[in-house]
């Protein structure tokens, strides 16, 4: 039915009301006010009808869509009616016409209860004849405040969802056995598994935004019990911007399980070196790198200069950071290799960053085993040239990108980063250039991380392969880490070490576990394979020597240390005799050289 249709209709039956309700509450009210004045009535129900009928449009009462009717638009059914028969009391009023109270309130109520009615039982009608049949999900909703109601209420609008909620559950003792909008809420967290058997349950729905990262365990746990698809609720701030709807549920991610709670920001610190400055990021491109790129232009630079070796990756982030502050910041793209000196001293003099972000290197732990050469050249040389042109054209600060595989290195990979600090802890011994290092453990989702690896084998049907089943590392969101990175250079002072806090190691059994869950599989149908530990991997990871533990950070989850560099010259003579090593001699030389200096690292509490 079209919107006139639909108009006329609803302005003709409200009109019958208006009359039936008039004529009813005089003739029912005769033996108290008498016989009814036919003149009184007529101008009852003459101004009734059209004072309803102008208070009715001012509420958009004709123009709301009624199957998807609620308290809000009953709220307006109410001061159409009210307002309407207040008039009729103002004109009989004005006319000095008879005013019979008994009367009006009558009128009142007949008319929001059959205009209501009318409006409501169309809903009802609707929901239970007109939606389409189908086959319906049963949804068990977690969390019966105002997130999983929203969840229920879009469930119930949208039958093309083909999702029904059953049941809610709720850890409040007072909602128990209470329903809403019909659906009963069943239990708490811990009947989740029950539940789900009773009511027949296909999907659960985890509502509840408010969730600390370990309640999102604990709840997934008993969730994963039932062998039931789990999902959770979009963020209400991406439904409020429209950026998805209520009903995109999303799957739970092993990022959502990794049991620490985000690090709130120190805006005005970061602002202060950012905002409206010029930023520099090599290794634009990669994980860690672009991701950078994203939050630094959410803090208003000036200019951002992407630089990266990858032609593709390069591109990508670019229009990516274009299509969203293309008006507001200035996006440059460059390629170039940090390897490439003269390069990356023109690039700094061209653009004269205030402050720069190192990101770019290689990162692969047994591909690097077998590359010693290529990882000095990266990691070490690639650094240097990097630190040095800043440091030649006035950057105000300096942080590189580094890993907790630089503490008490058994590999290339991190013995080549810890190289890297201690040539940019070198340089700010004698620059006024604050160089800082910033150290954290492996980013989920990252290229070359195991996330990638194991859904890859999850999706070609398994096995899973892992390691060690006693293996563990630390583990960070890729933003997460970012966000951290440019914190760390707003409290730079020169020389530092920055070491995140990357909460408790994890299993990477563990990992393998809950990323076939998530999958939707049982570990039987998957299965996992021990394949042995890779050339230069720990069995477990290290943020810090036990000479730098100190408990108190600096900031939230940043923790601070800070070296002194006896014996420098082991630096410089790998850096100008790096030709003459052999592929060999090299990989023993930059860990003996790392090893020796480990232990003159210690912690400065600030």
């Avoid at 963020?235 to 709130?264: A, C, N, S, Y």
């Avoid at 390069?343 to 077998?370: C, D, F, Q």
Wanted: proline share 4%; aromatic share 8%; charged share 20%.
């Amino acid at each position: 039915m079209n919107y006139r249709k639909r108009m006329l209709l609803l302005a003709g039956l409200d009109s019958i009301i208006v009359f039936f309700a008039v004529n009813l509450s005089y003739y029912h009210l005769r033996p108290v006010a008498g016989t009814p004045n036919y003149e009184n009535l007529v101008l009852s129900a003459s101004v009734l009808l059209v004072s309803y009928h102008f208070f009715a449009s001012c509420f958009l009462l004709y123009s709301k869509a009624w199957e998807y009717a609620s308290i809000l638009e009953m709220k307006g059914i109410l001061y159409a009616v009210t307002l309407s028969v207040l008039a009729v009391g103002a004109v009989k009023i004005m006319m000095q016409a008879t005013i019979y109270p008994g009367i009006m309130l009558t009128v009142w109520m007949l008319m929001v209860l059959l205009i209501g009615g009318s409006r409501f039982s169309w809903r009802l009608y609707h929901n239970r004849y007109i939606k389409p049949k189908q086959d319906m999900k049963r949804v068990l909703i977690v969390g019966a405040g105002q997130a999983g109601t929203l969840v229920a209420r879009q469930l119930l609008n949208n039958p093309e969802l083909q999702l029904v909620p059953a049941a809610f559950i709720d850890d409040d003792p007072g909602k128990y056995k209470l329903h809403i909008m019909g659906i009963p809420i069943a239990g708490s967290t811990d009947h989740i598994a029950e539940v789900a058997e009773k009511f027949k349950i296909d999907n659960i729905v985890i509502a509840i935004p408010s969730l600390r990262k370990h309640e999102l365990n604990t709840i997934y746990a008993e969730c994963s019990k039932t062998k039931v698809k789990t999902q959770i609720m979009p963020k209400i701030e991406d439904v409020m911007i429209g950026k998805v709807t209520v009903g995109q549920f999303r799957e739970v991610g092993v990022e959502d399980l990794l049991g620490r709670e985000p690090v709130e920001l120190d805006i005005d610190s970061i602002s202060e070196y950012v905002s409206c400055k010029i930023a520099l990021v090599t290794g634009a491109g990669g994980s860690i790198g672009s991701e950078i790129c994203r939050q630094v232009c959410k803090f208003s630079p000036k200019k951002i200069v992407l630089v990266g070796h990858g032609e593709n990756s390069i591109y990508q982030i670019d229009m990516e950071l274009r299509n969203k502050y293309a008006k507001s910041i200035e996006i440059v793209p460059v390629i170039g290799d940090v390897q490439d000196r003269d390069r990356m001293m023109e690039i700094m003099e061209e653009h004269r960053p205030n402050v720069v972000y190192h990101a770019a290197a290689h990162k692969h732990v047994p591909l690097m085993e077998y590359n010693p050469r290529e990882a000095v050249k990266n990691n070490v040389f690639g650094t240097k040239n990097v630190a040095e042109a800043a440091d030649v054209f006035g950057a105000g600060t300096f942080v590189l990108v580094s890993t907790d595989k630089a503490v008490n290195p058994t590999n290339v990979m991190g013995a080549t980063k810890r190289i890297a600090e201690m040539v940019i802890q070198q340089l700010a011994q004698q620059s006024e250039t604050k160089f800082v290092a910033v150290r954290f453990g492996n980013v989920l989702g990252s290229r070359g991380s195991v996330i990638p690896l194991f859904k890859r084998q999850i999706q070609n049907g398994g096995p899973v392969t892992v390691t060690h089943p006693e293996m563990t590392r630390y583990f960070m969101t890729i933003p997460e880490a970012s966000r951290l990175v440019i914190q760390a250079g707003s409290l730079a002072k020169g020389g530092e070490v920055f070491v995140l806090d990357m909460g408790e190691p994890v299993k990477i059994i563990d990992l393998a576990k809950n990323l076939i869950t998530l999958s939707g599989y049982t570990l039987e149908e998957i299965g996992i394979k021990y394949s042995g530990i890779r050339p230069g991997e720990k069995m477990f990871e290290e943020l810090l020597n036990e000479n730098e533990v100190n408990d108190v950070p600096i900031y939230p989850k940043i923790l601070i240390g800070k070296s002194s560099l006896s014996n420098y010259e082991m630096v410089t003579n790998l850096i100008n005799n790096f030709h003459s090593f052999s592929e060999n001699d090299l990989k023993d030389y930059v860990l003996t050289l790392v090893n020796n200096r480990a232990k003159q690292l210690s912690v400065i509490g600030k």
